[in-house]
Protein backbone atom coordinates (compact mmCIF):
# COMPACT_ATOMS: atom_id res chain seq x y z
CA UNK A 1 0.00 0.00 0.00
CA UNK A 2 2.77 2.20 1.38
CA UNK A 3 4.60 1.90 -1.66
CA UNK A 4 1.63 2.38 -4.37
CA UNK A 5 1.26 5.69 -2.74
CA UNK A 6 4.94 6.85 -3.84
CA UNK A 7 4.72 5.38 -7.03
CA UNK A 8 1.32 7.78 -7.35
CA UNK A 9 3.28 10.36 -6.08
CA UNK A 10 6.39 9.82 -8.42
CA UNK A 11 3.74 10.08 -11.46
CA UNK A 12 2.53 13.61 -9.93
CA UNK A 13 5.79 14.84 -9.78
CA UNK A 14 6.40 13.77 -13.36
CA UNK A 15 3.09 15.41 -14.48
CA UNK A 16 4.61 19.00 -12.66
CA UNK A 17 7.94 18.60 -14.33
CA UNK A 18 6.10 18.81 -17.67
CA UNK A 19 3.28 21.38 -16.58
CA UNK A 20 5.81 23.63 -14.72
CA UNK A 21 6.83 23.78 -11.08
CA UNK A 22 4.44 27.09 -10.81
CA UNK A 23 1.39 25.27 -10.60
CA UNK A 24 1.99 22.62 -7.46
CA UNK A 25 1.34 25.68 -5.46
CA UNK A 26 -2.44 23.86 -3.93
CA UNK A 27 -2.55 21.36 -6.46
CA UNK A 28 -5.32 19.06 -5.82
CA UNK A 29 -3.94 15.71 -6.54
CA UNK A 30 -1.41 16.38 -3.88
CA UNK A 31 -3.12 17.57 -0.99
CA UNK A 32 -5.43 14.50 -1.34
CA UNK A 33 -2.01 12.53 -1.17
CA UNK A 34 -0.22 14.57 2.36
CA UNK A 35 -2.76 13.51 4.48
CA UNK A 36 -1.89 9.52 3.78
CA UNK A 37 1.35 10.39 3.85
CA UNK A 38 0.93 11.74 6.86
CA UNK A 39 -0.80 8.89 8.96
CA UNK A 40 1.66 6.47 7.15
CA UNK A 41 4.70 8.96 8.97
CA UNK A 42 3.23 7.99 12.23
CA UNK A 43 4.43 4.46 11.84
CA UNK A 44 7.51 5.21 9.75
CA UNK A 45 9.89 8.42 10.27
CA UNK A 46 11.06 7.94 6.04
CA UNK A 47 7.31 8.87 5.39
CA UNK A 48 7.44 11.77 7.77
CA UNK A 49 10.08 12.97 5.81
CA UNK A 50 8.25 12.77 2.83
CA UNK A 51 4.92 14.19 3.65
CA UNK A 52 7.00 17.29 5.40
CA UNK A 53 9.00 17.85 1.82
CA UNK A 54 5.15 17.39 0.20
CA UNK A 55 3.97 20.05 2.04
CA UNK A 56 6.57 22.56 1.26
CA UNK A 57 5.69 22.15 -2.53
CA UNK A 58 2.24 23.16 -2.34
CA UNK A 59 2.38 25.91 0.18
CA UNK A 60 2.81 29.28 -1.41
CA UNK A 61 6.31 29.99 -2.12
CA UNK A 62 8.29 32.38 -4.70
CA UNK A 63 8.53 31.10 -8.19
CA UNK A 64 12.13 30.05 -7.79
CA UNK A 65 11.66 28.06 -4.69
CA UNK A 66 9.30 26.04 -6.52
CA UNK A 67 11.11 24.30 -8.13
CA UNK A 68 14.22 23.68 -6.10
CA UNK A 69 11.33 22.00 -3.73
CA UNK A 70 9.76 19.93 -6.31
CA UNK A 71 12.94 18.56 -7.59
CA UNK A 72 13.91 18.01 -3.65
CA UNK A 73 11.00 15.95 -3.66
CA UNK A 74 11.08 14.10 -6.45
CA UNK A 75 14.93 13.19 -5.42
CA UNK A 76 13.79 11.87 -1.91
CA UNK A 77 10.65 9.54 -3.83
CA UNK A 78 12.82 7.94 -6.55
CA UNK A 79 15.62 7.28 -3.66
CA UNK A 80 13.03 5.19 -1.66
CA UNK A 81 11.48 3.48 -4.40
CA UNK A 82 14.95 2.61 -5.96
CA UNK A 83 15.15 0.92 -2.24
CA UNK A 84 12.30 -1.05 -2.90
CA UNK A 85 13.31 -3.05 -6.10
CA UNK A 86 14.67 -6.31 -5.88
CA UNK A 87 17.29 -8.55 -8.08
CA UNK A 88 16.00 -12.14 -7.54
CA UNK A 89 13.81 -13.81 -9.63
CA UNK A 90 10.35 -14.90 -8.45
CA UNK A 91 10.21 -17.93 -6.55
CA UNK A 92 13.84 -18.67 -5.63
CA UNK A 93 16.65 -18.84 -8.08
CA UNK A 94 16.40 -19.52 -11.44
CA UNK A 95 18.57 -22.39 -13.58
CA UNK A 96 21.01 -21.32 -16.09
CA UNK A 97 20.83 -22.07 -19.15
CA UNK A 98 23.65 -21.86 -21.77
CA UNK A 99 23.18 -19.14 -24.37
CA UNK A 100 23.64 -20.55 -28.21
CA UNK A 101 25.23 -17.91 -30.18
CA UNK A 102 25.42 -17.60 -34.22
CA UNK A 103 27.70 -17.53 -36.85
CA UNK A 104 26.17 -15.00 -38.88
CA UNK A 105 28.13 -13.10 -41.19
CA UNK A 106 25.72 -9.85 -41.95
CA UNK A 107 26.82 -6.92 -40.01
CA UNK A 108 24.80 -3.95 -38.84
CA UNK A 109 26.90 -1.64 -41.06
CA UNK A 110 23.68 -0.20 -42.87
CA UNK A 111 21.65 2.88 -41.75
CA UNK A 112 18.26 2.58 -40.81
CA UNK A 113 17.66 4.86 -43.40
CA UNK A 114 18.38 2.36 -45.94
CA UNK A 115 17.00 0.16 -44.35
CA UNK A 116 13.43 1.45 -43.58
CA UNK A 117 11.88 1.55 -47.16
CA UNK A 118 12.63 -2.38 -47.24
CA UNK A 119 11.08 -2.83 -43.63
CA UNK A 120 8.35 -0.79 -44.74
CA UNK A 121 7.79 -2.94 -47.92
CA UNK A 122 7.75 -6.52 -46.42
CA UNK A 123 5.75 -5.49 -43.18
CA UNK A 124 3.15 -3.54 -45.10
CA UNK A 125 0.44 -3.49 -47.70
CA UNK A 126 -0.34 -1.44 -50.51
CA UNK A 127 1.64 -0.97 -54.42
CA UNK A 128 4.41 -0.44 -55.00
CA UNK A 129 6.11 -2.72 -52.31
CA UNK A 130 7.90 -4.80 -55.07
CA UNK A 131 9.07 -2.14 -56.79
CA UNK A 132 10.98 -1.19 -53.39
CA UNK A 133 11.92 -4.60 -52.67
CA UNK A 134 13.70 -5.64 -55.92
CA UNK A 135 15.45 -1.96 -56.04
CA UNK A 136 16.50 -2.71 -52.45
CA UNK A 137 17.21 -6.54 -53.24
CA UNK A 138 19.39 -4.77 -55.79
CA UNK A 139 21.12 -2.26 -53.98
CA UNK A 140 22.52 -4.46 -51.21
CA UNK A 141 20.28 -3.40 -48.47
CA UNK A 142 19.11 -6.51 -47.61
CA UNK A 143 22.40 -7.95 -46.57
CA UNK A 144 21.94 -7.18 -42.58
CA UNK A 145 21.39 -9.38 -40.19
CA UNK A 146 18.42 -6.83 -38.34
CA UNK A 147 16.10 -7.76 -41.17
CA UNK A 148 16.75 -11.31 -41.85
CA UNK A 149 13.40 -12.49 -39.20
CA UNK A 150 11.14 -9.90 -41.63
CA UNK A 151 12.67 -11.60 -44.79
CA UNK A 152 12.33 -14.85 -43.68
CA UNK A 153 8.16 -13.75 -41.84
CA UNK A 154 7.70 -12.28 -45.10
CA UNK A 155 7.32 -15.76 -47.20
CA UNK A 156 3.43 -15.21 -45.48
CA UNK A 157 3.16 -12.35 -47.23
CA UNK A 158 -0.59 -11.87 -48.75
CA UNK A 159 0.89 -10.91 -52.19
CA UNK A 160 2.29 -13.78 -53.95
CA UNK A 161 4.84 -12.53 -55.96
CA UNK A 162 6.49 -11.08 -53.08
CA UNK A 163 6.18 -14.24 -51.18
CA UNK A 164 7.87 -15.73 -54.56
CA UNK A 165 10.82 -13.21 -54.70
CA UNK A 166 11.56 -13.80 -50.96
CA UNK A 167 11.83 -17.10 -51.37
CA UNK A 168 13.62 -17.64 -54.68
CA UNK A 169 16.31 -14.72 -54.24
CA UNK A 170 16.56 -12.95 -50.97
CA UNK A 171 16.93 -15.86 -48.51
CA UNK A 172 19.50 -18.06 -50.65
CA UNK A 173 21.80 -14.88 -50.64
CA UNK A 174 21.95 -14.93 -46.80
CA UNK A 175 23.00 -18.44 -46.55
CA UNK A 176 23.65 -20.39 -43.18
CA UNK A 177 23.01 -16.78 -41.92
CA UNK A 178 19.16 -17.53 -42.48
CA UNK A 179 18.77 -20.58 -41.00
CA UNK A 180 18.47 -19.67 -36.99
CA UNK A 181 15.33 -17.36 -38.38
CA UNK A 182 14.29 -20.01 -40.67
CA UNK A 183 14.25 -22.60 -37.52
CA UNK A 184 12.59 -20.51 -35.00
CA UNK A 185 9.99 -19.13 -37.70
CA UNK A 186 9.13 -22.85 -39.29
CA UNK A 187 5.90 -24.71 -38.31
CA UNK A 188 5.23 -28.27 -39.52
CA UNK A 189 1.96 -28.01 -38.94
CA UNK A 190 1.53 -24.64 -41.19
CA UNK A 191 0.89 -23.75 -44.44
CA UNK A 192 2.28 -23.40 -47.92
CA UNK A 193 4.50 -20.87 -46.51
CA UNK A 194 6.27 -23.39 -44.00
CA UNK A 195 6.39 -25.72 -46.83
CA UNK A 196 8.75 -23.13 -48.36
CA UNK A 197 10.60 -22.55 -45.60
CA UNK A 198 11.46 -26.09 -45.10
CA UNK A 199 12.61 -26.21 -48.95
CA UNK A 200 15.14 -23.34 -48.08
CA UNK A 201 15.94 -25.40 -44.27
CA UNK A 202 17.05 -28.34 -46.86
CA UNK A 203 19.30 -26.46 -49.24
CA UNK A 204 20.95 -25.08 -45.87
CA UNK A 205 21.17 -28.62 -44.35
CA UNK A 206 21.03 -31.50 -46.72
CA UNK A 207 21.21 -34.80 -45.56
CA UNK A 208 21.94 -33.39 -41.63
CA UNK A 209 17.73 -32.63 -41.55
CA UNK A 210 17.25 -36.27 -42.39
CA UNK A 211 15.10 -36.63 -38.90
CA UNK A 212 13.54 -32.94 -40.21
CA UNK A 213 12.33 -33.99 -43.24
CA UNK A 214 10.79 -37.57 -42.11
CA UNK A 215 9.17 -36.12 -39.27
CA UNK A 216 7.47 -33.91 -41.72
CA UNK A 217 6.49 -35.92 -43.64
CA UNK A 218 4.44 -38.21 -41.47
CA UNK A 219 3.30 -35.98 -38.84
CA UNK A 220 3.23 -32.11 -40.30
CA UNK A 221 0.05 -30.40 -42.35
CA UNK A 222 -0.97 -31.30 -46.01
CA UNK A 223 1.67 -28.39 -47.11
CA UNK A 224 4.22 -29.38 -45.11
CA UNK A 225 3.92 -32.91 -45.62
CA UNK A 226 3.80 -32.27 -49.51
CA UNK A 227 7.14 -30.33 -49.14
CA UNK A 228 8.92 -33.25 -47.41
CA UNK A 229 8.40 -36.20 -49.58
CA UNK A 230 9.18 -34.46 -52.43
CA UNK A 231 12.42 -33.29 -50.80
CA UNK A 232 13.04 -36.95 -49.40
CA UNK A 233 13.46 -37.66 -53.59
CA UNK A 234 17.14 -36.75 -53.29
CA UNK A 235 17.79 -39.46 -51.27
CA UNK A 236 18.15 -43.42 -52.45
CA UNK A 237 17.63 -44.70 -49.50
CA UNK A 238 13.83 -43.33 -49.14
CA UNK A 239 12.86 -45.37 -52.53
CA UNK A 240 9.96 -47.83 -50.85
CA UNK A 241 9.27 -44.77 -48.45
CA UNK A 242 7.98 -42.30 -51.44
CA UNK A 243 6.80 -45.47 -53.43
CA UNK A 244 4.25 -45.63 -50.65
CA UNK A 245 3.61 -42.23 -50.35
CA UNK A 246 2.56 -42.50 -54.47
CA UNK A 247 -0.78 -44.64 -53.58
CA UNK A 248 -1.70 -42.17 -50.69
CA UNK A 249 -5.51 -41.28 -50.88
CA UNK A 250 -4.55 -37.48 -51.27
CA UNK A 251 -3.45 -36.07 -54.62
CA UNK A 252 -1.33 -33.58 -53.27
CA UNK A 253 0.46 -36.15 -51.70
CA UNK A 254 0.77 -38.43 -54.83
CA UNK A 255 1.86 -35.66 -56.87
CA UNK A 256 4.22 -34.83 -54.46
CA UNK A 257 5.69 -38.48 -54.23
CA UNK A 258 5.47 -38.33 -57.98
CA UNK A 259 8.25 -35.14 -57.82
CA UNK A 260 10.14 -37.33 -55.76
CA UNK A 261 10.49 -40.24 -57.41
CA UNK A 262 11.59 -38.20 -60.93
CA UNK A 263 14.32 -36.62 -58.63
CA UNK A 264 15.72 -40.58 -57.63
CA UNK A 265 15.15 -41.78 -61.21
CA UNK A 266 15.98 -45.80 -60.13
CA UNK A 267 13.89 -48.69 -62.36
CA UNK A 268 11.20 -48.75 -60.01
CA UNK A 269 10.70 -44.53 -60.14
CA UNK A 270 10.42 -44.74 -63.58
CA UNK A 271 7.72 -47.81 -63.81
CA UNK A 272 5.93 -45.82 -60.89
CA UNK A 273 5.92 -42.76 -62.61
CA UNK A 274 4.70 -44.71 -66.08
CA UNK A 275 2.21 -46.22 -64.69
CA UNK A 276 0.94 -42.89 -62.87
CA UNK A 277 1.09 -41.20 -66.68
CA UNK A 278 -1.19 -43.65 -68.32
CA UNK A 279 -3.83 -44.04 -65.90
CA UNK A 280 -6.60 -41.64 -66.21
CA UNK A 281 -6.59 -40.98 -62.37
CA UNK A 282 -2.81 -39.62 -62.20
CA UNK A 283 -1.67 -38.18 -65.40
CA UNK A 284 -2.58 -34.53 -65.19
CA UNK A 285 -0.37 -35.19 -61.74
CA UNK A 286 2.29 -37.21 -63.35
CA UNK A 287 2.89 -34.96 -66.46
CA UNK A 288 4.82 -32.36 -64.99
CA UNK A 289 7.12 -34.58 -62.64
CA UNK A 290 7.37 -36.78 -65.39
CA UNK A 291 8.85 -34.34 -67.48
CA UNK A 292 11.69 -33.53 -64.77
CA UNK A 293 13.35 -36.77 -64.67
CA UNK A 294 16.18 -37.72 -66.79
CA UNK A 295 16.11 -41.33 -67.03
CA UNK A 296 16.51 -41.82 -70.64
CA UNK A 297 14.15 -45.48 -70.49
CA UNK A 298 11.25 -43.56 -69.23
CA UNK A 299 11.65 -41.26 -72.59
CA UNK A 300 11.46 -43.85 -75.19
CA UNK A 301 8.45 -45.34 -73.13
CA UNK A 302 6.55 -42.27 -73.36
CA UNK A 303 7.64 -41.39 -76.91
CA UNK A 304 6.41 -45.42 -77.75
CA UNK A 305 3.18 -44.74 -75.71
CA UNK A 306 2.58 -41.34 -77.57
CA UNK A 307 2.67 -43.36 -81.40
CA UNK A 308 0.58 -45.69 -80.34
CA UNK A 309 -2.11 -42.72 -79.21
CA UNK A 310 -1.49 -40.78 -82.62
CA UNK A 311 -2.08 -43.37 -84.87
CA UNK A 312 -5.64 -44.53 -82.86
CA UNK A 313 -6.53 -40.66 -83.25
CA UNK A 314 -5.45 -40.38 -87.12
CA UNK A 315 -7.13 -43.87 -87.62
CA UNK A 316 -10.34 -42.85 -85.61
CA UNK A 317 -10.87 -39.37 -87.89
CA UNK A 318 -14.01 -39.32 -89.70
CA UNK A 319 -15.69 -42.25 -87.93
CA UNK A 320 -19.03 -41.27 -86.48
CA UNK A 321 -22.12 -42.53 -85.21
CA UNK A 322 -24.12 -45.09 -82.84
CA UNK A 323 -21.81 -47.45 -84.11
CA UNK A 324 -18.45 -45.87 -83.75
CA UNK A 325 -19.49 -44.92 -80.52
CA UNK A 326 -16.47 -47.07 -78.92
CA UNK A 327 -14.24 -46.13 -81.22
CA UNK A 328 -15.04 -42.27 -80.21
CA UNK A 329 -14.57 -43.00 -76.81
CA UNK A 330 -11.31 -44.59 -77.34
CA UNK A 331 -10.37 -41.45 -79.47
CA UNK A 332 -11.06 -39.25 -76.86
CA UNK A 333 -8.80 -40.77 -74.15
CA UNK A 334 -6.47 -41.35 -76.65
CA UNK A 335 -6.45 -37.16 -77.17
CA UNK A 336 -6.28 -36.60 -73.35
CA UNK A 337 -3.42 -39.20 -72.93
CA UNK A 338 -1.47 -37.78 -76.28
CA UNK A 339 -1.47 -34.74 -74.68
CA UNK A 340 -0.01 -35.93 -71.06
CA UNK A 341 2.63 -37.94 -73.15
CA UNK A 342 3.92 -34.59 -74.70
CA UNK A 343 3.84 -32.47 -71.95
CA UNK A 344 5.61 -35.01 -70.44
CA UNK A 345 8.30 -34.63 -72.90
CA UNK A 346 8.58 -31.20 -72.24
CA UNK A 347 12.58 -30.19 -71.12
CA UNK A 348 13.63 -33.17 -73.03
CA UNK A 349 16.68 -32.79 -75.21
CA UNK A 350 16.84 -36.60 -76.96
CA UNK A 351 17.17 -36.10 -80.48
CA UNK A 352 13.83 -38.50 -80.65
CA UNK A 353 11.99 -35.98 -78.79
CA UNK A 354 12.44 -33.94 -82.03
CA UNK A 355 11.78 -37.04 -84.18
CA UNK A 356 8.56 -37.41 -83.03
CA UNK A 357 7.57 -33.60 -82.66
CA UNK A 358 8.31 -33.39 -86.23
CA UNK A 359 5.72 -36.57 -86.82
CA UNK A 360 3.32 -34.76 -85.14
CA UNK A 361 3.04 -31.54 -86.44
CA UNK A 362 3.73 -32.65 -90.32
CA UNK A 363 0.61 -35.32 -89.71
CA UNK A 364 -1.82 -33.67 -91.33
CA UNK A 365 -4.87 -35.85 -89.93
CA UNK A 366 -3.84 -34.52 -86.50
CA UNK A 367 -4.32 -31.00 -86.73
CA UNK A 368 -7.84 -30.97 -86.41
CA UNK A 369 -9.71 -28.80 -83.45
CA UNK A 370 -9.68 -31.53 -81.52
CA UNK A 371 -5.89 -31.62 -80.95
CA UNK A 372 -5.40 -27.70 -80.59
CA UNK A 373 -4.17 -27.97 -77.11
CA UNK A 374 -1.92 -31.13 -77.96
CA UNK A 375 -0.82 -28.89 -81.21
CA UNK A 376 0.36 -25.85 -78.94
CA UNK A 377 1.96 -27.98 -77.00
CA UNK A 378 3.92 -29.64 -79.36
CA UNK A 379 5.07 -26.24 -81.24
CA UNK A 380 6.36 -24.30 -77.77
CA UNK A 381 8.54 -27.34 -76.67
CA UNK A 382 10.08 -26.86 -80.40
CA UNK A 383 11.15 -23.44 -78.97
CA UNK A 384 11.98 -24.42 -75.60
CA UNK A 385 14.54 -27.19 -77.20
CA UNK A 386 16.45 -24.04 -77.86
CA UNK A 387 18.68 -26.11 -81.06
CA UNK A 388 18.92 -25.06 -84.65
CA UNK A 389 16.96 -28.30 -85.64
CA UNK A 390 14.23 -27.27 -83.69
CA UNK A 391 14.17 -23.77 -84.89
CA UNK A 392 14.61 -24.97 -88.40
CA UNK A 393 12.03 -27.07 -88.59
CA UNK A 394 9.30 -24.20 -86.92
CA UNK A 395 10.27 -21.74 -89.37
CA UNK A 396 9.16 -24.40 -92.11
CA UNK A 397 5.96 -24.35 -90.43
CA UNK A 398 5.02 -20.92 -91.62
CA UNK A 399 2.48 -21.12 -94.39
CA UNK A 400 1.79 -24.59 -93.27
CA UNK A 401 -2.04 -25.35 -92.16
CA UNK A 402 -2.98 -21.97 -93.84
CA UNK A 403 -0.84 -20.06 -90.85
CA UNK A 404 -2.38 -22.18 -87.89
CA UNK A 405 1.99 -22.01 -86.41
CA UNK A 406 2.73 -18.71 -87.71
CA UNK A 407 3.60 -17.35 -84.20
CA UNK A 408 5.90 -19.97 -83.36
CA UNK A 409 7.83 -19.57 -86.48
CA UNK A 410 8.09 -15.71 -86.01
CA UNK A 411 9.61 -16.57 -82.94
CA UNK A 412 12.21 -19.46 -84.22
CA UNK A 413 12.85 -16.95 -87.05
CA UNK A 414 13.55 -13.92 -84.61
CA UNK A 415 16.06 -16.21 -82.35
CA UNK A 416 18.06 -17.61 -85.55
CA UNK A 417 17.97 -14.84 -88.98
CA UNK A 418 19.04 -11.53 -89.59
CA UNK A 419 16.09 -8.51 -88.88
CA UNK A 420 16.52 -8.43 -92.25
CA UNK A 421 15.53 -11.72 -93.15
CA UNK A 422 12.91 -11.84 -90.43
CA UNK A 423 11.18 -8.62 -92.19
CA UNK A 424 11.22 -10.11 -96.04
CA UNK A 425 9.71 -13.27 -94.78
CA UNK A 426 6.60 -12.20 -92.47
CA UNK A 427 5.95 -8.52 -93.09
CA UNK A 428 3.96 -9.40 -96.10
CA UNK A 429 1.40 -11.39 -93.66
CA UNK A 430 0.43 -7.92 -92.04
CA UNK A 431 -1.11 -5.91 -95.51
CA UNK A 432 -4.40 -7.61 -94.41
CA UNK A 433 -3.78 -7.46 -90.61
CA UNK A 434 -7.57 -8.64 -89.99
CA UNK A 435 -6.39 -12.23 -90.99
CA UNK A 436 -6.18 -14.88 -88.47
CA UNK A 437 -2.48 -15.56 -89.15
CA UNK A 438 -1.56 -11.94 -88.93
CA UNK A 439 -3.35 -11.70 -85.55
CA UNK A 440 -1.13 -14.23 -84.47
CA UNK A 441 1.75 -12.62 -86.00
CA UNK A 442 1.22 -9.42 -84.65
CA UNK A 443 0.92 -11.83 -80.67
CA UNK A 444 3.76 -12.69 -81.65
CA UNK A 445 5.84 -9.52 -82.20
CA UNK A 446 4.30 -8.20 -79.22
CA UNK A 447 5.82 -11.07 -77.00
CA UNK A 448 9.41 -10.36 -78.37
CA UNK A 449 8.70 -6.26 -78.40
CA UNK A 450 10.12 -5.05 -74.58
CA UNK A 451 8.18 -2.39 -73.34
CA UNK A 452 9.27 1.04 -72.31
CA UNK A 453 9.64 0.16 -69.17
CA UNK A 454 11.65 -2.52 -69.55
CA UNK A 455 13.37 -0.96 -71.97
CA UNK A 456 14.15 1.61 -69.50
CA UNK A 457 15.12 -0.34 -66.58
CA UNK A 458 17.65 -2.34 -69.16
CA UNK A 459 19.60 1.04 -69.25
CA UNK A 460 19.86 1.35 -65.78
CA UNK A 461 17.15 4.08 -64.97
CA UNK A 462 17.31 3.09 -61.36
CA UNK A 463 20.50 2.32 -61.26
CA UNK A 464 24.09 4.35 -61.09
CA UNK A 465 25.03 3.74 -64.16
CA UNK A 466 22.23 4.68 -66.36
CA UNK A 467 22.90 3.77 -69.88
CA UNK A 468 21.35 6.81 -71.75
CA UNK A 469 22.87 5.52 -75.19
CA UNK A 470 21.07 2.11 -74.97
CA UNK A 471 17.95 3.53 -74.01
CA UNK A 472 18.07 6.54 -76.80
CA UNK A 473 19.60 4.25 -79.38
CA UNK A 474 16.80 1.72 -79.01
CA UNK A 475 19.82 -1.01 -78.81
CA UNK A 476 17.05 -3.45 -77.10
CA UNK A 477 14.97 -3.25 -79.70
CA UNK A 478 17.49 -3.49 -82.45
CA UNK A 479 16.97 -7.30 -83.81
CA UNK A 480 13.73 -6.06 -85.40
CA UNK A 481 14.35 -4.15 -88.74
CA UNK A 482 13.41 -0.49 -88.77
CA UNK A 483 11.36 -0.77 -91.64
CA UNK A 484 8.47 -2.50 -88.80
CA UNK A 485 7.85 0.77 -87.82
CA UNK A 486 5.95 2.23 -90.94
CA UNK A 487 3.82 -0.79 -91.32
CA UNK A 488 2.68 -0.63 -87.62
CA UNK A 489 1.62 3.22 -88.30
CA UNK A 490 0.26 1.97 -91.31
CA UNK A 491 -1.98 -0.57 -89.44
CA UNK A 492 -2.49 1.69 -86.48
CA UNK A 493 -0.76 -0.60 -83.54
CA UNK A 494 0.71 2.13 -81.49
CA UNK A 495 1.72 -0.39 -78.89
CA UNK A 496 4.42 -1.46 -81.11
CA UNK A 497 4.87 2.33 -82.57
CA UNK A 498 6.11 3.77 -79.24
CA UNK A 499 8.11 0.66 -78.38
CA UNK A 500 10.22 0.83 -81.58
CA UNK A 501 10.34 4.93 -82.13
CA UNK A 502 14.11 5.59 -80.93
CA UNK A 503 15.04 8.51 -83.90
CA UNK A 504 13.31 11.74 -84.98
CA UNK A 505 11.25 11.11 -87.93
CA UNK A 506 8.39 13.74 -88.58
CA UNK A 507 5.91 10.99 -89.44
CA UNK A 508 6.26 8.81 -86.69
CA UNK A 509 6.04 12.08 -84.28
CA UNK A 510 3.08 13.07 -85.94
CA UNK A 511 1.22 9.95 -85.54
CA UNK A 512 2.40 9.57 -81.87
CA UNK A 513 1.38 13.03 -80.71
CA UNK A 514 -1.78 12.64 -82.37
CA UNK A 515 -2.45 9.91 -80.76
CA UNK A 516 -1.68 10.97 -77.08
CA UNK A 517 -4.44 14.17 -77.80
CA UNK A 518 -7.32 10.92 -77.46
CA UNK A 519 -7.99 10.71 -74.09
CA UNK A 520 -4.87 11.91 -72.59
CA UNK A 521 -4.03 11.31 -68.73
CA UNK A 522 -1.03 10.72 -66.93
CA UNK A 523 -2.76 8.06 -64.99
CA UNK A 524 -2.57 5.41 -68.13
CA UNK A 525 0.44 3.77 -69.55
CA UNK A 526 -1.14 4.59 -72.74
CA UNK A 527 -0.23 8.03 -72.25
CA UNK A 528 2.84 8.03 -70.12
CA UNK A 529 4.38 5.34 -72.97
CA UNK A 530 3.51 7.62 -75.80
CA UNK A 531 5.01 11.03 -74.54
CA UNK A 532 8.11 9.15 -73.40
CA UNK A 533 8.68 7.95 -76.76
CA UNK A 534 7.75 11.50 -78.19
CA UNK A 535 10.56 12.89 -75.77
CA UNK A 536 13.26 9.88 -77.27
CA UNK A 537 12.68 11.02 -80.56
CA UNK A 538 13.20 14.29 -79.63
CA UNK A 539 9.98 16.06 -80.66
CA UNK A 540 9.93 19.60 -79.37
CA UNK A 541 6.10 19.53 -78.24
CA UNK A 542 6.85 16.95 -75.81
CA UNK A 543 7.19 19.02 -72.72
CA UNK A 544 4.17 21.13 -73.03
CA UNK A 545 2.01 18.14 -73.72
CA UNK A 546 3.12 16.45 -70.73
CA UNK A 547 2.93 19.50 -68.95
CA UNK A 548 -1.00 20.44 -70.36
CA UNK A 549 -2.04 16.80 -69.60
CA UNK A 550 -1.02 17.58 -66.22
CA UNK A 551 -2.23 21.06 -65.07
CA UNK A 552 -5.74 20.12 -67.16
CA UNK A 553 -6.33 16.78 -65.54
CA UNK A 554 -7.45 16.14 -61.75
CA UNK A 555 -4.67 14.00 -60.28
CA UNK A 556 -4.70 15.20 -57.03
CA UNK A 557 -5.48 11.65 -55.47
CA UNK A 558 -2.31 10.07 -57.42
CA UNK A 559 -0.70 7.72 -55.40
CA UNK A 560 1.96 6.01 -56.89
CA UNK A 561 4.35 7.00 -59.35
CA UNK A 562 5.56 4.44 -61.90
CA UNK A 563 9.25 3.87 -63.90
CA UNK A 564 7.63 5.47 -66.94
CA UNK A 565 6.22 8.31 -65.08
CA UNK A 566 9.42 9.65 -62.95
CA UNK A 567 11.43 9.28 -66.50
CA UNK A 568 8.59 11.55 -67.65
CA UNK A 569 8.30 14.03 -65.15
CA UNK A 570 12.60 14.45 -65.06
CA UNK A 571 12.52 14.83 -68.69
CA UNK A 572 10.95 18.55 -68.62
CA UNK A 573 13.33 20.89 -69.25
CA UNK A 574 14.35 23.62 -66.82
CA UNK A 575 12.13 26.31 -67.90
CA UNK A 576 8.90 24.12 -66.96
CA UNK A 577 10.28 23.78 -62.93
CA UNK A 578 7.83 26.26 -61.28
CA UNK A 579 5.03 24.94 -63.60
CA UNK A 580 5.92 21.34 -62.05
CA UNK A 581 6.35 22.58 -58.61
CA UNK A 582 2.77 24.06 -58.49
CA UNK A 583 1.54 21.02 -59.65
CA UNK A 584 3.20 19.01 -57.00
CA UNK A 585 1.91 21.16 -54.27
CA UNK A 586 -1.74 20.28 -55.05
CA UNK A 587 -1.66 16.76 -55.00
CA UNK A 588 -2.97 14.82 -51.77
CA UNK A 589 -0.92 12.02 -51.07
CA UNK A 590 2.71 13.09 -49.23
CA UNK A 591 4.78 10.93 -50.59
CA UNK A 592 4.20 11.64 -54.19
CA UNK A 593 4.60 15.01 -53.20
CA UNK A 594 7.76 14.82 -52.11
CA UNK A 595 8.89 12.80 -54.93
CA UNK A 596 7.82 14.84 -57.62
CA UNK A 597 9.20 18.33 -55.58
CA UNK A 598 12.11 16.10 -55.32
CA UNK A 599 12.51 15.91 -58.99
CA UNK A 600 11.57 19.24 -59.68
CA UNK A 601 14.60 20.62 -57.84
CA UNK A 602 16.52 18.28 -60.47
CA UNK A 603 14.83 19.99 -63.19
CA UNK A 604 15.40 23.41 -62.04
CA UNK A 605 19.07 22.56 -61.76
CA UNK A 606 19.34 21.78 -65.48
CA UNK A 607 21.63 23.75 -68.07
CA UNK A 608 18.70 25.41 -70.25
CA UNK A 609 20.48 24.32 -73.43
CA UNK A 610 19.41 20.56 -73.21
CA UNK A 611 16.13 21.05 -74.14
CA UNK A 612 17.54 21.96 -77.18
CA UNK A 613 19.92 19.12 -77.79
CA UNK A 614 19.37 15.85 -79.73
CA UNK A 615 18.51 13.12 -77.52
CA UNK A 616 20.24 10.44 -79.99
CA UNK A 617 23.88 11.74 -79.60
CA UNK A 618 25.97 9.92 -76.97
CA UNK A 619 26.32 11.46 -73.69
CA UNK A 620 24.25 14.27 -74.51
CA UNK A 621 20.71 15.79 -74.28
CA UNK A 622 18.46 14.86 -72.20
CA UNK A 623 19.29 11.30 -71.51
CA UNK A 624 22.82 12.35 -71.01
CA UNK A 625 21.81 14.83 -68.57
CA UNK A 626 20.00 11.93 -66.82
CA UNK A 627 22.63 9.67 -66.53
CA UNK A 628 24.69 12.46 -64.97
CA UNK A 629 22.18 12.80 -62.15
CA UNK A 630 21.92 9.69 -61.69
CA UNK A 631 26.11 9.18 -61.65
Request: charged share 25%; glycine share 6%; with cysteine.
Amino acid sequence: MSIAILSDLQQEIRRLFIAGSGLAEGDLRLTKILPQLQKLGEAAPVFNRVAQSLAQVVEPQKAEQAAVKLLDLSILVNSILYTQGTTEPTGGMAESVQVEGTSIACSTTIPHRKLHPAVEALTSKGQGRMEQLRLSFEDGCLQDFRIIPIVVAALDDGYSEIAEFVYEKIIPAYGADALPALQEQYNPQGGKPDGRRLRLLHRLLDASGMDLYLQAAQEGSLDVRSAAIELLGNYSEQESYILEQADDKKKEIRSAAFAGLAKLGTEKAVDRLYQALTSSKDRELAAEPVSQCSAATLTSKIIANAEENLQRIVSGQGKVGAANAAVNKEREESIKQLLADVQALDEKQPEEVLVFLKKLLSTSDFIIPETEEIQQQAANQLLWMHTPEAYEFAISLQAAYNGTFIAYSFRAAYKTLSPEEVYKRFAPVLSNPKKVAAKQLLGAIHRVTPSLSKQLLAAGWDDEDFNDTSFAAGESASKLDPRWIDVFVEIDEEELVWCLADRPNPQIAAYMSSKVQLKPSFRTHRTSSLLLALFRIGYKEAPELLMGILEKESVKNLYYLDTEQRALLNLLPRSYADRLQKFAEALTYENVKNQILAITESVGAKPEELANESVTEKGKGLWGWIKNKMS
